[in-house]
Structures are given as structure tokens and as C-alpha cells.
């Protein structure tokens, strides 16, 4: 599969560790279930780490395992200082940690601010109560009309109703970013603010390497609570959330919230690092990271970055989810992060979630179009974040709307099955269950995720004989071995984890191949990907040793060329003392 002949620059790149990291997404409720309720556990995710440790990968994002009434399976917080009872406890956290520092890992932790589910005790008093502190935690605002008995405003949640509710008791209504049953904090309150950053204080507390930050950029809405304007979009995008013919101007990217990420950097930075598990000092702040889920066009998410870089660490980039696989499409895609998000500013490489569809779908379940992807996504300039499955091509899983575990769906459950495939095709999922399926371990009876007997919580894909990570553990030729290969090369070569980053031009290669260079100090990385489904030759600037391709060895004839078959991804390392003939 693979020829290393090189050798990786031992000189270690000083960027800080997540500047370097490769993340991966657990979703801990699909990910593996040890107590045989049907649901995964921390335990589950502690029983697979020398698994991930194996695939190469350095930090854990872990969805949202805080108690909550699970309405949006996590989403929607009742205690963040309790652990959920399905997911375990904190003796199980304290171990996990322990068992990630052993091995070198990072824990991310999920945090939701924007709002808290509506069984929070906050939330319940302020319904009770009216004149408590607790109302004003909130966005509570009368009703217009002669009865009040119309919403304060025009304002949308971003999945397209109303956001308003009404409290049936006070007539009041309520303002939801998301569903009805997550009521938004009020974040001009300094007592919210003083509370959440005591919450964030409790998650480095306990051991969170870095926070991704939940619907970061609705945090603040603005206090005029005057009606957003007209638009003709229909839908909205993760590059542009104006949409069900609202512009969000009042509610969405407000530059209070922009401002916020300066103040929850410099909060972060000021909280020393718990002890180490293994009783190791703590080491001074600034090593944690902040991770933003925000939508809108990369030149405005740079700006939760600060000014240059004292707001949040990174921005999540979904446009890599809408890119059409192309060369060229993606050729302008790294172009524009590289002129907007410039060195020390690093942008992000996402091709899923737990609330997209898996990309691989997108390329016709095709492994070898997949491994072109994920090579730029682990090899481009940037942190990648993999979503669990990823790395064996599991694919989404057509269920039934009606019985959807997904509250969103069960919103759109007007909208017909063949209608959401196509959606789904596009980028859009309606139900959010057919991407979180349990993931896929072994052949085993549930494919591995829970007990024999047990009846997990979403139904496993069937897919799941042909597709486990046991049977692709064993394939040389697999999407895990591929992953696993990436992750090794990116760990060794700085080049690839730190280095800068230069595209060739379009005239020096073949169409349909799109061809970088990364570079760190002396060390030279050149990545080539062949997008097309024909042979294509590429003129080197030097002579080669071959680092990876993912058809084998790389077809590398003499004089300085390399033959690239249809959708291959090679790396290749230039020959010291080898001198180039031109500057691609
Ligand atoms: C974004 C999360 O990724 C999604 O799963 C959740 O439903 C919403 N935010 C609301 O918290």
C-alpha cells in the first residue's frame, strides 16, 4: 500500500499541540453501548480507545453527555454539572482522561451556551415565577396585538418557524435559536454570563482540553428586538444562514457575538490547567482551544477569530460540504481559506457531522473518490475533524420519518421520503437520526455497538457485514487503513501538521488534478489528487520519493514524472539534493 522510504524531519513544529491535532468526532450515543440499554456510553468510548489510538487520531470531540431529557439528544442541558445517568458518571470521565493522557490524547468537550433545555431549574423557575431573577435569564417579551397574543417580532428559529413560544400562564412569549423546548439564554445579563462562565470554568475543571461551542454565532441577538428584513432565500446554507425568506440581520453573526468570542478566549486563557492526570503540574493557560459551530461566508467567521487572533482558536468551515468534488471547486475552496484564515489564523477541514449527511453518500459511496477527499482533508493546511465512521465509509441510512428519534424531522414530517433523499443529497438533513446510526464495529450481532440482546436505539445500518472497522482492520487495501496511514504521515511529517501551504497552478497539472505543496523549514511535502476517473501525468519539480499513494505504490517512471491513475491521491517527498526545473 504504501512505500515511506523518507524520512519525517525529526525538528518539531512549535505550533501550539491543537494547531497541529487531528480531531475525532465521537458521538457517544452511537458509538458503543456497555451496559446493554441500547444507548453508548463513556465507558464504550474508553473500551475503544486503543482502537482510535491505533487509527492515529490525537483529540476527542465528544457530543454533549451532560444531563438533559435528551428531547435533542444532548443538545438540550438540564444539569451541565451532572452527567447524564445513560452516559455514565464521573468516575468514568476521571478514567477516560486518564486513559487519553496514557496514550497522548485530547478531550474536547461540547458546550452549549445559547440556550438550556426547558427543564432546566432556571428555566422552570422563570416560568413559575415571573418576577425572579430566572425570567430575565431568558428572552421573555410580551405579545403584540390588541390581546398580545402575537409574537414580539418577526424573528425565525434557524430550522424556519417562529422562534417565539408562548408561556401559556403569563401570555409571554419566549425566544428559541433552535427548537421549541431550548429557550435562548439572555447573554446581556451579566448573571447569565457570570453562570456560564462558571460552567466553563467546571468543563477545564474537568480535564476539557478544548470547548466546540454549539450554534456559537446566535449567542447574542440584538437588544432593539427590532424585526429582520425581508429576503428571497428560500432555504438557508452554512455559508449563508439567511433563509425562509428572513435576513438575519438582528438575531444571526450580531457583532456582540463576535465580541463575546474575545471575552470566552481571554476567560479561557485566565483559568489555570487542572492537574494532569498522572499528578503532573498544571501547565499555565492558553493550551486549550475554542471551536466555533458558525455559519456564514469564511471572510466573516475569520472575524470570531479577533483581532488577529485573541477570539475563538478556530471556526468550523462547512463549505467543504457543498464543494462539488472537482479539482478545480476545491483548488478555489483552499485558495479562499488560505487568503482568509492566513498563517497564524489556520481554517478547519469538516466533511461531516452528527447533524450532515456522510459525505461519501455525496460520491456515490465510492472508496477510492472518498480517499481523494479525505487526503485533502488531512493533508491541507488547517485542523481536520473526522466524524466517527468516517474512516470505514459508513453512508446514511434511509428511515422512516415517523418514527424518528430526531425531533427535527418529526417537524418536516410533511416533507415526502424521495424529496428528503434529495435533500440529503444536497447537504440538507431532515432527519438527523439517518447519520447517527450506531457505529459499526464488527460483524457481531448489533455490529458490535451494544450486547448481544440488546435492541439499540436507532436501528444499525445493514450495510454493517461489508462495513466494520474488524473487517477493514484486516484489508490493506480499506478506507481505515487509508486513515490510519494519513493520520501516521500527518503525526510524522510537520510539513503536513505545521507546515505552510502553496497550491500549484492550475497550467502546471493535468485538469483534474489539483496538486499543493506543504512545507515546514527544509521539509517538502508534495500532495497530488487526481479527481478524475482517467489517467493523468504530472512534470515534477523534482525528483521524488514516494511517500503514500492510495493505489499502492505510485507510478512513478523515470525523468520526473508521475502517472496518476483515475482517483488516486499520492504524496510524494523531493529527493535532497535533487534540483527543481520549475515553480509549479
Ligand atoms: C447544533 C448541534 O450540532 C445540533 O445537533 C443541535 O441540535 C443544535 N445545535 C441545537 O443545540
Request: hydrophobic content about 35%; overall charge neutral.
Amino acid at each position: 500500500m504504501t512505500t515511506a522510504a523518507a524520512t519525517p524531519n525529526p525538528s518539531a513544529c512549535a505550533l501550539p499541540w491543537w494547531k497541529q491535532t487531528t480531531v475525532y468526532q465521537v458521538y457517544p450515543r452511537s458509538f458503543c453501548d456497555t451496559n446493554g440499554d441500547g444507548i453508548g456510553d463513556l465507558r464504550g468510548v474508553l473500551s475503544k480507545l486503543d482502537v482510535l489510538a491505533e487509527l492515529g487520531v490525537e483529540t476527542l470531540w465528544l457530543t454533549p453527555f451532560f444531563d438533559s431529557p435528551g428531547r435533542d439528544l444532548g443538545y438540550d442541558v438540564r444539569d451541565y454539572r451532572k452527567i447524564g445517568a445513560e452516559s455514565g458518571t464521573f468516575a468514568d470521565l476521571v478514567e477516560l482522561r486518564q486513559e487519553l493522557s496514557r496514550r497522548g490524547m485530547r478531550l474536547v468537550f461540547d458546550l452549549v451556551l445559547n440556550h438550556t433545555s426547558d427543564q432546566h431549574p432556571w428555566f422552570q423557575q422563570a416560568l413559575l415565577c415571573p418576577k425572579s431573577p430566572e425570567r430575565d435569564y431568558y428572552l421573555f417579551r410580551k405579545g403584540k396585538g390588541p390581546r398580545g397574543d402575537k409574537p414580539p417580532n418577526n424573528w425565525r428559529s434557524m430550522i424556519g418557524p417562529s422562534g417565539w413560544q408562548r408561556d401559556p400562564t403569563s401570555g409571554d412569549y419566549y425566544f428559541t435559536s433552535f427548537l421549541p423546548f431550548q429557550p435562548d439564554l439572555n447573554h446581556r445579563n451579566p448573571a447569565v454570563t457570570r453562570n456560564m462562565l462558571s460552567i466553563v470554568r467546571f468543563f477545564l475543571e474537568q480535564g476539557a482540553d478544548g470547548l466546540r461551542l454549539d450554534i456559537f454565532n446566535a449567542l447574542l441577538k440584538d437588544p432593539s428586538f427590532a424585526d429582520n428584513p425581508f429576503s428571497f432565500r428560500p432555504l438557508p446554507s452554512e455559508e449563508n444562514p439567511d433563509g425562509f425568506f428572513q435576513q438575519n440581520l438582528y438575531t444571526i453573526n450580531h457583532k456582540d457575538s463576535i465580541e463575546f468570542a474575545r471575552t470566552l478566549r481571554a476567560f479561557v486563557d485566565s483559568v489555570p490547567e487542572p492537574e494532569q492526570p498522572d499528578g503532573t503540574l498544571p501547565r499555565p493557560g492558553k493550551e486549550r482551544f475554542l471551536v466555533g459551530e458558525v455559519f456564514g461566508p469564511p471572510k466573516l467567521l475569520r472575524s470570531y477569530l479577533g483581532m488577529p487572533d485573541d477570539g475563538l482558536n478556530l471556526v468550523f468551515l462547512f463549505k467543504t460540504l457543498r464543494t462539488p468534488f472537482s479539482a478545480e471547486a476545491f483548488f478555489d475552496l483552499i485558495e479562499e481559506y488560505e487568503r482568509e484564515f492566513p498563517a497564524p489564523l489556520l481554517p478547519t477541514w469538516v466533511l461531516g457531522n452528527h447533524d450532515k449527511p456522510r459525505y461519501i453518500e455525496r460520491l456515490g459511496n465510492d472508496a477510492r473518490r472518498a480517499k481523494v477527499l479525505s487526503t485533502l482533508q488531512l493533508c491541507a493546511r488547517g485542523v481536520p475533524f473526522v466524524y466517527q465512521g468516517e474512516e470505514i465509509g459508513m453512508t446514511n441510512l434511509d428511515l422512516p420519518a415517523d418514527s424518528a428519534l430526531d425531533p427535527l424531522s418529526n417537524m418536516y414530517g410533511f416533507v415526502p421520503t424521495e424529496l428528503r433523499r434529495l435533500l440529503r443529497k444536497k447537504g440538507i438533513l431532515l432527519n438527523r437520526d439517518e447519520c447517527r446510526t450506531p457505529m459499526q464495529w464488527s460483524m457481531d450481532e448489533n455490529a458490535g455497538f451494544a450486547p448481544p440482546g440488546t435492541r439499540p436505539f436507532l436501528p444499525v445500518h445493514p450495510g454493517f457485514p461489508f462495513c466494520n472497522v474488524e473487517a477493514q482492520r484486516k484489508d490493506p487495501t480499506s478506507l481505515f487503513q487509508h486513515y490510519k496511514r494519513l493520520f501516521a504521515l500527518r503525526r510524522a511529517f510537520a510539513a503536513l501538521h505545521g507546515g505552510s501551504l502553496a497550491l500549484w497552478h492550475k497550467t502546471s497539472v493535468p485538469k483534474g488534478v489539483l496538486a499543493f505543496t506543504r512545507q515546514h523549514e527544509a521539509q517538502t511535502v508534495f500532495v497530488l489528487l487526481h479527481f478524475a476517473d482517467d489517467e493523468a501525468e504530472v512534470r515534477l519539480p523534482f525528483a521524488c520519493e514516494p511517500l503514500y499513494s492510495t493505489h499502492g505504490s505510485p507510478l512513478l517512471p523515470p525523468s520526473r514524472r508521475l502517472r496518476l491513475r483515475p482517483f488516486e491521491a499520492v504524496l510524494l517527498t523531493p529527493i535532497p539534493g535533487s534540483l527543481g526545473t520549475f515553480a509549479p
